[in-house]
């Protein structure tokens, strides 16, 4: 079963750094670009950030641009997102994604993992 | 960037009844639409690409239509567990890849 743990998330002060960690499992992890989407309370879906399968290609959106880092290990199954710098307004929910295809660039995303919580509060 | 705006906000519909969402996309993404549904408490989950296929697993009373900049979801006979909040994603020009705002279908 393919599967995606997100941890890491929690409350953190204005400015602060959290790194958020995805475990994938039950498929090629090498093969996938994997992707970061997160929630705000009661609101709809934000694209995050992507990397490729072998780290080649990495994209940011504006709102996280320079303070936000996404990475991978491929050996561990794992995708990272460091972020540094933290607003109120990067609270809410983060779930990993993986691009359905497996051939790059993503495009449509699935499957997600349940979501870890990122709280940026005083 | 591209806008994608969904309409209705809310829509109530009852149960056996035919539900039709729309996804409309600021300028031409062509087939290069994807439909997700995300149930309270829930991650998403991938239900269209290509705007009219449907992703392993999805049932056939789910069906995507459209092209350019304005797309369908219709649900041909909803089931109790099709209430969910769905959303449209373009996936042509990117980043940044972009959804809509959001469908919650209700029982009415």
């Known amino acids: 079963e393919e599967q995606l743990v997100e941890s890491g998330g929690g409350l953190v002060k204005p400015g602060g750094s959290l790194r958020l960690s995805c475990e994938a499992s039950?498929?090629?992890?090498?093969?996938?670009?994997m992707n970061w989407i997160r929630q705000a309370p009661g609101k709809g879906l934000e694209w995050v950030s992507s990397i490729t399968s072998t780290s080649t290609y990495i994209h940011y959106a504006d709102s996280v641009k320079g303070r936000f880092t996404i990475s991978r290990d491929n050996a561990k199954n794992t995708v990272y997102l460091q972020m540094n710098s933290l607003r109120v307004e990067d609270t809410g929910v983060y779930y990993c994604?993986?691009?359905?295809?497996?051939?790059?660039?993503?495009?449509?995303?699935?499957?997600w993992g349940q979501g870890t919580p990122v709280t940026v509060s005083s | 960037e591209i806008v994608m705006t969904q309409s209705p906000a809310l829509l109530s519909v009852s149960p056996g009844e035919r539900a039709t969402l729309s996804c409309r996309a600021s300028q031409s993404v062509g087939s290069n639409l994807a439909w997700y549904q995300q149930k309270p408490g829930q991650a998403p989950r991938l239900l269209i690409y290509g705007a009219s296929t449907r992703a392993t697993g999805i049932p056939v009373r789910f069906s995507g239509s459209g092209s350019d900049t304005e797309f369908t979801l219709t649900i041909s006979s909803l089931q109790s567990e099709d209430f969910a909040i769905y959303y449209c994603?373009?996936?042509?020009?990117?980043?940044?890849?972009?959804f809509g705002q959001g469908t919650k279908l209700e029982i009415k």
């Open positions: 994603q373009q996936y042509i020009i990117w980043p940044p890849y972009t």
């Open positions: 039950g498929f090629r992890f090498i093969m996938f670009s």
């Open positions: 994604v993986r691009d359905a295809v497996g051939i790059p660039p993503p495009l449509w995303f699935g499957p």
